[in-house]
């Protein structure tokens, strides 16, 4: 199903996208497509679901995220249901240069690298599956193009680490 993971992570990111820059976290469960237009067909018909391929996953949005904390923290505290098979998390990042990451600092870095002028922003989608699975898409707003989204399952691995955490099992 790592197909599946793939095509989902990359629909959530031109979703995003679409949506333009400067958007707060945003978290996406991964359900089988069939699944759901099975389970829950009133859902389906509204997002024009009619079963899809075989490994389909369709990613449905989830409540905005109110990030009080870190991001890790907030996905350590999520539990879904054994009904979703993944989860999407679209997070709005900055990266600096590795020779000014040393002037960072020690306290709100994060605030002091939002302002820094050699700063590049970009998005970031990650995705897991509960088998493990894993895929990344990067979008860098320098080059906003759909040409030169980067993708592979290794992007953020401690971001999407934190995010298989949610998919723990009970």
Do not use: C, F, K, N
């Not at 996953?57 to 905005?64: H, K, M, N």
């Not at 990030?67 to 879904?80: F, M, N, R, S, Y």
């Amino acid at each position: 199903m790592e197909g599946g993971l793939e095509d989902a992570v990359r629909e959530v990111e031109r979703h995003a996208a679409a949506t333009g820059w400067d958007r707060p976290p945003a978290l996406y469960a991964l359900a089988r497509t069939a699944d759901l237009v099975r389970d829950e067909p009133e859902l389906a018909g509204r997002l024009g679901l009619d079963g899809g391929t075989a490994g389909a996953l369709t990613p449905v949005a989830q409540d905005d995220l109110v990030v009080e904390a870190t991001i890790p923290d907030l996905l350590a505290g999520i539990d879904w249901p054994d009904a979703v098979l993944g989860a999407v998390l679209v997070l709005e990042t900055v990266a600096l240069p590795g020779d000014v990451e040393d002037e960072a600092p020690g306290a709100d870095a994060g605030a002091w690298a939002v302002q820094h002028p050699d700063r590049q922003e970009a998005r970031l989608v990650v995705g897991v599956l509960r088998d493990g699975a894993r895929a990344a898409a990067l979008r860098w707003r320098s080059h906003d193009t759909e040409d030169d989204v980067v993708t592979g399952p290794d992007l953020a691995p401690a971001l999407t680490a934190a995010l298989a955490l949610s998919l723990r099992s009970q």
